[in-house]
């Protein structure tokens, strides 16, 4: 089945340094491919996305390339501040599956200090 | 716009008491709906979604149901709670589609605790 993995956290890292959180995928088809982001205590907001190979997602200066060839699809950010400290999920959506199910990735929580 | 509620945002119950908790969308019109559990702030497990009114699947076996009795309102239920029922209960939409093509939009939770 379809399966999605992400680096063990937490990633801890000081403000202003560059993110990067990696995220490999196993699908039948060609999915959708999605970042979350959980704040403390918060529902999961949707952070970028991608639908197809070689698309780049990006919002709030994160952004992540859809890379057919390794599978992969890594969270990037080149200067993070203390409000982005939360889990990351990342995720897809197989068009193959019936309801648009999403599978996710364990999460990555990102802690950023001042 | 779209938005998404769920209540309660809390509660705590003692084991073997019934749970229901409500989830409704705004907005939008046939979306998907789904119900998932996470334990621990981390992982999430996806319990129930539906495709449409009176349309439940559900993904793993347990004690809890779930219901659609209207296009864009979605119950948790369960007639008696366990220990391990305890954990933070998210609600989501998502576009109208039978397979894999749209992002799902979440709402804000609820924590459960069971005593």
């Known amino acids: 089945g379809d399966s999605v993995t992400q680096m063990e956290g937490p990633v801890t890292l000081s403000e202003e340094a560059f993110l990067t959180i990696n995220c490999t995928y196993t699908a039948t088809g060609y999915p959708s491919l999605f970042w979350y982001v959980q704040y403390p205590g918060e529902g999961l907001q949707l952070l970028l996305k991608a639908t197809k190979a070689d698309d780049k997602g990006s919002n709030k200066g994160f952004e992540a390339t859809y890379r057919k060839e390794t599978t992969s699809f890594h969270l990037e950010k080149g200067s993070v501040q203390v409000s982005d400290s939360a889990v990351y999920f990342c995720?897809?959506?197989?068009?193959?599956?019936?309801?648009?199910?999403?599978?996710f990735g364990a999460g990555t929580i990102l802690r950023v200090k001042s | 716009s779209q938005t998404i509620h769920q209540w309660p945002a809390t509660l705590v119950q003692p084991v073997g008491s019934p749970l229901s908790l409500e989830c409704t969308v705004e907005g939008t019109s046939n979306p998907n709906l789904y119900w998932y559990r996470q334990a621990a702030g981390r992982g999430l497990q996806l319990l129930f979604y539906s495709v449409g009114i009176g349309q439940i699947s559900s993904e793993v076996p347990q004690n809890l149901s779930a219901s659609r009795p209207q296009d864009r309102q979605f119950i948790l239920s369960s007639k008696k709670l366990l220990l391990s029922d305890s954990g933070f209960y998210l609600c989501a939409w998502s576009g109208a589609s039978r397979t894999g093509k749209y992002e799902q939009y979440f709402g804000p939770g609820t924590r459960l605790t069971v005593t």
């Open positions: 995720a897809l959506s197989d068009p193959m599956e019936y309801g648009n199910k999403l599978v």
